[in-house]
Structures are given as C-alpha cells and as structure tokens.
C-alpha cells in the first residue's frame, strides 16, 4: 500500500476516484459537481481522472450538481459529489430529494463557516444543517480516518438494507489543506471491498417507472418508516463492512464511536473532526499524570448512535461536549443529540462547549482549560462559549 | 516534536517550502503536517506557513505559535517580530544578502543563517523578475541549517516534481549559505496577548475602517505623468492642439481660438491649406479615423471671438522681409511682445505664396485678408512694391534693431524644352498669379502641367476652372511619390485631372494647331538622397512618345533666392548671420529651408520672433521641459466606441469645375447640435488627464481621491492591483515596480 504525502482533499479526491472506477464493469460513475472554497481541490481532482466508464459533469449550481448526481444514480452510476458552506445550503432542495428517493449518493462536505460574515474557515454548521435530511453522516479526524470511512460509506450506502446517500465531512483547511501522510487505496484493493454498485429502482426502458410522485399522507408516513427502519439497521450494517475492510485493508477503522479511556473515567470529553486529534493527545497526557479522563470521538452523527453513546459513558459523572457549531436559541448540536442520548442517566452532567467556531484556531492549552473547567464544575450551566478567536 | 514557522509572501512559495521541507522527512519515515494559514494568500500579501515533525504521531492540529525554526522568505518582512515566541535553540533561516552578523542587534543570542535566494532564483529565472519564487532554493538553505542531505534535499524536490533549475539552485544555496550564532543573550518576548474590542451591531463605534496597510503588500504602485500628445509633437506651427481641440468639445470656441493664437497668427488658413501632420500622428486613426483637427481649427477660427490686438510698448523696431507666412508670424510675435514691425513686401498685397500660389478655391483672398489686418491692428506697419535687395538691407540693418527676412522662394526652377515653341510654355506660379487676377483663359484648351508637387496640382485644377479641354499631369515618379498634399491629389482626379506616371518632358515643337510635347517614359530605380526612388529614363524605342497640347504647365519647384544676404553669410533656420557690423539679422520659413509648408513657416517665424527677443533683452525665458510623445500603445482603445469622422461640407463637383468658389464649406451645425464639438469630444486627450474620474471610480479599495483638484494615491493602502491605470484611457496613470 502506498503511504502518501497529501492535503485531504487529494486524499478525499483518491479515494472518491478509485470507488468509482471500481464500478466500471457495471454502471460507471458519475459525477456532478460545483466548485467552492475549500472543497475546489477535490473537483479539480476528480476532473482530471480518467475514468474508465463515467465522468464529471460540470453544472452552473450546486442545486444543478445533485441534480445530475441523482440522475446518475437513477441511471444506476455510482455518483459522487462535494461541497461546503454556502454551496451546501444551495444545494438544500434536492439534498433532502437525493435522500428521499434513496439513492445512494457519497458527497463530501468540507467543513466551512456559513456566511455572512463571510469566512471560509471550518465551522460544521453547514453540514449540520443537513441533520434531519435522509442522508447518513460522518465525522473524520484525519486523512487516514476519511479515506477509511469514504469507503464504508459507500458499502453502507449503497447496501440494499440501507440505500440511502451519504455524507462524509472534514474540517476545512485543517484537514482539507493540510499535507499529511496517509495510505492511499490501492484500486485493486477497492475493487474487492466495494461491490458493484446496485440502485434496484433505478430507471430502465424495459420496465418503465414513475418515481417521486403525489402520495397521500398514509403513504408519506410510510416513506418515512421505511427510511428510519433504513437508519436503524446501520449500526448493524457498518460493523459487517468494517470487518471486511479489515480483511482486505489490514487495519480496522472506528465505527460509529471511538470511546478511549472510558471505563474508569470519572469525566468524559466528546468530540468530533480534527478537535477529536488535538483532544486525545491533551487527554493522553492527563491520563499519563494520572487523571482519570476519558474521550469519545463522535464520527457517526446518522444515525445517532445513542446506545453506543448511552453505554460509552455509563455512570460517568460529567461529559463535556465541544461543538464547532452553534444553533442559535440552542447550544452546540452534538450536545443537543448527547442529552437527548443520556435522557435516562440522571445522574450524568452533560455541559456544552461551543469551541473553534468560524475557524478558531483550537489549540491543546484551550482544551486543557475546557477540562479543568469540567473537573471544577458540579452543575451543568447554559453552553459556554470559548472564544478562541479574541485570545 | 520539531515545530517551523515560514513567513513570506503570497506568490513567493511558502506553502510549497513547507510541503517540501515535510516531504523530506516524510520520506525518512517521520510523521510530519504542512499547512498554511488561507484566506490572505494574495499576490503579495505577508502569509504563515507551518511544518511539524515527529517521530511520534502527531496528535494537535493547531497553528504554530512557538516553533523551533523561523524561515523568512522575503528581506522585507525580517523584523524581531518574526522571533516572537520562537525557541532560542532553534535557527532562524533568513533570505538576504546581508551576513548573518548583520542581525546581531536585531536578534542578539539567536542562531541565524542567511543565504541570497532571491538573487540565486532570479539568476535560475525562477519566478519573475518582480516576484521571484525563492522556495525550492530557501530548501537548499534549510537543508543545511537542519542537517538535511543534498540527496534527502534532491529526492524532495522530485517526488513534488520540481526539476532543473531548482535543483541546481537550491545545491547552490545549500553551498552558499552562512550560519552564526549571535552573541547576546536572547530577548524573550512574550506572544502578546491581544484583547481585541469587536464592535457589536448597535455599538456607535462599529465601521472604523480597519488599519491594516495593505499598501505593504504591493510590489507596484500607480504614478500619474503627463505625456505630450502625438498631435501637439506633430505640429510644425507649435500649436497646442489637444487643448484647442479640448475648448471646441466644451463649445468654448473663443478659448480655442484663444490657444492656437498663441502660436499661429493664422488659423484660418491652416485651418484651410495645412497638411495637417496632426492628423497623421492622431492616435485615434489607429481605432477609427483621425479627429478631424483641421476643420475644428477652422471651425474656431470662424466661430470664435477675435481678442482685441494689443499695441507696441517698446521703443526697438524690427523690419521683417516678406510677407508670407514666416514673416507674418514674425512680425504678430514681435508685436505682441511689444515690438514696433515694418514689413517690406516686394509684391502688391501682402501675403507672399499663400496670396500668390494657393488659388481661391482653397483658400479665399477674404479669409487671409481678415487674418493679415488681426495681425496690423496689432501696430503693425507694412510696406507693399519694396523689393529689398542686399544693398537695402545693409541700410535697414542700420535704421533697426533687428531683421527678419523670410523671403520664400524666388527662384522659379525651369527645364528647357528648346525653343521652337516657347510661347506655348508657361511657369506654374506665374499661371496661377495671373488666373487669380483674372488674366488668363484656357477655353478649349488641352493643358499639360509638369511636376507632383501643390503648385501642379493648383494649375492644373485651375486650369480646369478655366475651361480647358483636358488637363494631364505628367510626372516622372508615381502618384504615391508626389510631394503634393494627397488630399488636393485626390480632389484633382475627382475634378477630372489626369495623371500620367514615369513621364519625363523632353522637347516641344509645333504640331497641327498647337503644339506637341515630346515625352519618355521612366522607371523607379534605388531611393535618392530624398528618400524616394530615383526615377531612371528608358531607352527602349517605344520610350518615347509625343503628347499633342496647347499648353505646357511647369510646375518643377522654387529655390531661395539669397542673392539678398550679405557675401559671406551663412544661412541658419531662425538663428542670427554673423559678420556684419549693423543689427542682428534672422531668417526662416522656405527661405531658411523648411519644408514647404505655410505652419512649418509659421514655426519658423515664431521660434526666429522668440529668438530676436531674446537677444535684444536678454531675457532667455525659462527652459521647457519635453514630455514623451504618447505612443498609441498607452491608450486603452477598448474604452472608447467607435465613431465616424465628421467630414465637412462640399460644394457639388458640377458647380465646381466653373467656379473658384471655395471648395469645402467646413463643419455644417445642425439645429441644436455642435457637429464640431462633437467632432473635438472624440479626442483621446493623449497623455492628459481630463477629470474623467475612471481612476476614482474604478479603485476597488476607494483609494484615489481628489485634493485640491489633483488626484492623489494613498499609499499606505493601495495594493497595486493596477485597475486605475488599466481603466485610464489616455495613459496618464501607469505602475511602476517598487
């Protein structure tokens, strides 16, 4: 396996590339796309691959871009998108479209500020904003821990137990433009991994079909059944692809959690992206000067993993959240999904931390204040906020 | 873990430095980031770029604000500022030429290296001149500094696919490089801890701009210049025309009339007869067609107010020999400095050649009449029927302060075609003098004129006017060689004038009821020593041919006549003869050799008028300084439409082979509007700002601004982006390089 100097677009833009040249003896791949900052170098990328079967399809929109992604796929292509921020939102209508007809579309969101203020830095509102779409989401640490999970994400997707699309999300800048050194999947490799891509209720001139049309509300309900039905089998269906990902790729990737040093920890920190990275080596430390501190890294955010959260922290006392993201009126959005998770631990403090927000810089020096700050605390307050960006 | 903070410019590399520096140790197996920080990475702007190095994994994603080693890319941005937090046992890498003992005081007890990159990249040709890209060569450096192999160095650069010269360039700068530890004891200074106030929504304070000075990141800035307009360096009369021309698109015709009298005393003349050399340098026909600068001079001359002449204040009087167009320029310039002329004028009328040799139908006696009594209102006294021979003018030279003579060309350049037909030969300048009296008829008759200059062109159009059967011209080069104005050329063909080209006269002899013009053809040989081919007789038998007529028409040419100067003086255009005893004496227009042309006399008159003042009270004026002629590749045609060039009123061509009537009638204003200002709004302004506000509009950054009605740039601010000179249309504004 090759290890590579790359930025995680590059990694993101490889891996892409290779899952879709797998399905080159079935329906090929296609990709509809529309550059911004930071995702550009991931189209740039996949723009100039050549691929056997498939292409990238260039579109004057977002909204246009999942609209040829979703023709893709019910074309029967494995089809691949990115986008950040404001193209994100753009994109919006036919997101919850794409996810509604359950195709099974893998797009990567480079974490960026929505605007305005325009800022183009990394604050995981804009993917966070899609949380009660139909669509699967993943949180990555690292180039490593994208390109893993950009491969899982399509088995998962595209699994006829699922078939719902997917969305894997990096920090923008902090993981896209940052050169690191990972393992880059070989195609050989994914071609054994990753099936031929299969939408059964993909469009066919022999047994002409209608699909998204008028349903009454019975049938709509229905619909929705089918999709959490859908959602809830994941858990099930992401540890059989993991297992097989280590037979072929030789090193296990996190599932929907990574708890470490959990067991005996009297508190418990929870993060997700790269602030997950920077947190373990401040809970490393602490730990080696005997701290009884615990982390989760939160990767899996659809479906909410909430056992696996509810039995992560069992009867610790205090869990800290830190969240890159604001919902105004709210708090932090992995903190909302967290309480909701532990609604039957009374006896857990779960206490937010909106860190980082529109790009600041996170650093191992806040984080130790986040957990002395945790420690001291006997009562958990309103989300607090650390601003990062005035210190 | 090993921590290293780049610092350059957008442009010079610094996140690809650090992507090589990574990729060196990645390559050793080390775990290492690259990253920089975005947003900022403008051309030019100051930029961070970080590397980590471990042998452990590397956990945090943060900035670096306490690294090991500082590299500076770029000599402008070494401060002690860039040591701020950075450990003291660490190297700082600079790109300078200067050695590192240089930074002693500036970073005393620190580790530094130096190395010219920029120097090592520009001499690779790496980058540009301006921007040099000094990255892959800073590698060799650091390289060095960090115990790096030239090997792990040369494998770096290949795996990112940098080739010659970057290798060899950085091999060099890993040679070359200097390292010292400094004495001292190293300043610690703390990151300092910035509380920076952010204006909330309703706070009144909020919208101040912010003091970043972006100007610190431009690598050119805009200066403004004025450059002297094609038209303006093309005019021999000296005549300021992008400013007169400026005047009639205000429709201020009495202030353009106002600028040409300045330099020309007759603006309706040339606003008539002139060549118009301005209008061959406009850089307006390299868009559309010329501004039609001779007509708008006409049109002011016509249009506008005449100012009342002043009268003479000083006591020395000058004589000026010849009335043409030289002499009555020297004699308005004298008298507006307050000199008391005396013209002396040989013929009847004044005027000289523009009276005598341009016939009516160009230009009616009534206009010149107008413009010779502006130029007597000015206390002006002229003598008519004085021949002034080299004895009078020893006399005058007695009785003046100084003379000007500027007597044209008295010698009638002749051939001889024998003598068996003389009567039937005629000189053009005596033709013409005696039509404009009304002595001579051509009814019925078949005219031939010799010659390709104005005066063959005056003859023969004239004779036409005075009804001659047919009227050829012959003359031994071709049409494109003839020194005549082409557009009189032109006109001739219309009114049915021939020409016949590569025919040389040879001999006249009778022939049935007139006579018969014995001709031989000619061929172009090698250029002359006026620049035009030589014309070379054929021989062959059929080279010769006879041409039957009534009437041949010599029009060869006039040479000066300098039988009027003293023995032994030398003739310079405006300058003073030397040897004589009585006053300064000066010449110009024809006479001193210039090229023929009424403004090329005016000029001469002009500069000889500016040079008599000089010498008489020694008031040698203030030195002008000489702006570059605005080329057309300063001009942005692109911001300008494209449009017509107003022409102006003719006569119809049956009405004009009958009559001496004037042949164009000018510019025609239809009601309401200025054909002529409109015809002057086309001007470029060359090289001259007109307010036009493009500069202030266009500046994304709101930088130009206006004090005291002159444009200014603030500095401190501008980027250099270069939009302001782009979007100035007449070249005023262009960058310069810092």
Excluded at chain 2, 542 to 549: K, L, V
Aim: charged share 25%; hydrophobic share 35%; glycine share 10%.
């Amino acid at each position: 396996m090759a290890r590579k100097l790359v930025s995680g677009n590059q990694a993101a833009g490889h891996t892409l590339a290779v899952a879709g040249e797998a399905n080159r003896e079935a329906r090929g791949c296609i990709c509809g796309a529309y550059p911004i900052t930071p995702q550009t170098e991931i189209i740039e990328f996949l723009r100039a691959y050549e691929f056997t079967k498939g292409r990238v399809v260039p579109v004057e929109s977002e909204h246009s871009a999942m609209a040829v992604c979703m023709g893709g796929s019910l074309a029967g292509a494995r089809s691949v998108t990115a986008s950040s921020s404001n193209g994100l939102a753009y994109m919006t209508e036919n997101v919850f479209a794409a996810g509604y007809y359950r195709l099974p579309i893998v797009m990567i969101a480079v974490n960026r500020t929505l605007g305005p203020p325009w800022n183009i830095w990394v604050d995981q509102g804009d993917s966070l904003m899609l949380r009660d779409a139909p669509w699967l989401q993943f949180y990555t640490e690292s180039h490593q821990d994208l390109v893993d999970t950009i491969l899982l994400a399509f088995r998962v997707a595209e699994d006829p137990r699922i078939l719902l699309p997917a969305m894997v999300a990096m920090d923008g800048f902090v993981t896209s433009h940052t050169q690191m050194g990972v393992d880059l999947p070989e195609q050989e490799l994914v071609d054994r991994f990753l099936p031929h891509c299969i939408v059964p209720h993909r469009l066919r001139s022999d047994h002409p079909t209608t699909i998204g049309g008028l349903t009454w509300p019975k049938e709509t309900e229905h619909h929705r059944i089918e999709i959490q039905r859908a959602m809830e089998r994941v858990p099930e269906v992401l540890a059989e692809a993991i297992s097989e990902f280590e037979e072929i790729f030789g090193r296990r990737p996190h599932g929907l959690l990574s708890a470490e040093h959990t067991e005996d920890a009297d508190v418990i920190l929870v993060a997700s992206n790269s602030m997950a990275r920077t947190l373990r080596g401040v809970v490393e430390s602490r730990r080696e000067a005997g701290e009884k501190i615990g982390m989760i890294k939160a990767k899996t955010f659809r479906p909410f993993p909430r056992e696996a959260f509810e039995s992560a922290v069992g009867k610790t006392a205090k869990v800290g959240v830190l969240d890159r993201n604001h919902s105004p009126g709210s708090g932090g959005i992995f903190w909302q999904e967290i309480v909701t998770s532990l609604r039957n631990q009374p006896d857990t403090m779960v206490q937010d931390y909106l860190v980082g927000l529109g790009g600041g810089d996170v650093t191992p020096e806040i984080l130790h204040e986040i957990v002395d700050d945790l420690i001291s605390r006997s009562k958990s307050v309103e989300p607090v906020w650390k601003e990062v960006a005035s210190r | 873990m090993t921590e290293v903070t780049i610092c350059g410019r957008g442009g010079q590399g610094g996140v690809t430095l650090a992507k090589l520096i990574a990729t060196s140790y990645f390559l050793q197996g080390k775990d290492v980031q690259a990253f920089g920080v975005y947003a900022a990475e403008r051309s030019g702007a100051p930029l961070q770029a970080f590397v980590r190095i471990d042998d452990e994994e590397i956990t945090n994603h943060n900035q670096i604000k306490c690294p090991d080693h500082v590299i500076v890319l770029d000599r402008t941005l070494i401060s002690p500022g860039i040591a701020v937090g950075a450990k003291s046992s660490g190297w700082i890498v600079l790109n300078t030429p200067q050695a590192p003992e240089d930074f002693a005081e500036l970073f005393p007890g620190r580790q530094v290296a130096t190395v010219d990159a920029t120097s090592l990249a520009v001499s690779h040709k790496l980058g540009t001149r301006s921007v040099p890209i000094v990255n892959t060569t800073m590698l060799g450096a650091i390289g060095e500094v960090f115990g790096i192999t030239l090997e792990e160095i040369e494998a770096s650069l290949a795996e990112l696919r940098f080739g010659e010269p970057n290798v060899t360039s950085a091999r060099q700068a890993f040679q070359q490089v200097r390292k010292v530890k400094l004495s001292g004891h190293v300043t610690e200074i703390p990151t300092p801890q910035v509380r920076q106030k952010i204006a909330g929504l309703l706070d009144e304070d909020q919208g101040l701009p912010p003091k970043i000075k972006t100007g610190s990141w431009a690598t050119q800035q805009p200066e403004r210049r004025q450059l002297t307009p094609p038209c303006n360096d093309g005019c021999p009369a000296g005549n300021d025309v992008r400013a007169f021309v400026e005047a009639v698109g205000k429709k201020n015709y009495s202030r353009a009339l106002e600028i040409l009298l300045e330099t020309s005393p007759l603006p309706g003349v040339c606003g008539r007869v002139c060549p118009a050399p301005c209008m061959e340098a406009c850089n307006r026909s390299e868009l559309d067609e010329s501004v039609n600068i001779r007509d708008l001079e006409r049109y002011a001359a016509e249009h506008g107010e005449w100012p009342v002449a002043t009268t003479p204040w000083r006591s020395e009087r000058i004589a000026v020999i010849g009335s043409g167009p030289a002499g009555l320029s020297a004699a308005y310039q004298l008298a507006k400095q307050g000199y008391r002329v005396t013209i002396f004028e040989a013929g009847k009328q004044l005027g000289g050649v523009m009276r005598t040799g341009i016939p009516a139908y160009r230009l009616p006696p009534d206009i010149l009449d107008y413009e010779i009594s502006h130029i007597l209102d000015h206390g002006v006294e002229a003598i008519t029927g004085c021949k002034i021979d080299r004895k009078k003018l020893l006399e005058l030279s007695h009785e003046f302060a100084a003379l000007f003579v500027g007597t044209g060309l008295q010698n009638i350049r002749t051939a001889d075609l024998g003598t068996e037909a003389n009567d039937a030969v005629q000189e053009g300048i005596e033709f013409l003098d005696r039509a404009r009296l009304g002595e001579e008829r051509c009814d019925d008759e078949r005219v031939i004129v010799v010659g390709g200059g104005n005066t063959a062109m005056d003859a023969s159009r004239t004779a036409q006017r005075l009804g001659a059967k047919s009227v050829r011209v012959i003359y031994r080069r071709t049409r494109d060689d003839m020194p005549a104005i082409s557009e009189e050329i032109a006109e001739a063909l219309e009114e049915g004038v021939i020409i016949e080209e590569l025919v040389s006269p040879i001999r006249i002899t009778p022939m049935g009821s007139g006579v018969g013009l014995l001709c031989q053809r000619m061929r172009l040989g090698e250029p002359d020593e006026s620049g035009r081919p030589r014309p070379i007789p054929e021989t062959t038998d059929d080279a010769f041919f006879e041409m039957p007529c009534d009437r041949v028409i010599l029009a060869l040419g006039q040479s000066h006549d300098l039988s009027i100067l003293p023995e032994g003086a030398e003739l310079k255009d405006g300058d003073t003869l030397v040897g004589l005893f009585g006053a300064p004496i000066f010449s110009g227009g024809d006479f001193a050799g210039n090229d023929g042309t009424v403004s090329a006399a005016i000029g001469s008159g002009h500069k000889a008028a500016l040079h008599i003042h000089q010498t008489l009270s020694g008031d040698t004026g203030t030195p002008s300084t000489t702006n570059p002629v605005a080329e057309p590749n300063v001009i942005h045609m692109n911001l300008f439409n494209c449009s017509v060039q107003a022409k102006p009123v003719e006569i119809p061509m049956n009405k004009r082979r009958s009559s001496f009537a004037e042949t164009k009638l000018g510019l025609r204003d239809l009601p309401g509007v200025s054909q002529a200002a409109m015809e002057a709004q086309r001007c470029f302004n060359c090289g001259t700002c007109n307010s036009c506000n493009r500069c202030m509009d266009y500046c994304p950054e709101g930088i130009v601004y206006k004090e005291g009605g002159e444009y200014r740039f603030d500095y401190s601010y501008c980027k250099g982006c270069g939009l302001c000179s782009t979007q100035c249309p007449r070249g005023v504004i262009y960058m310069s390089e810092l």
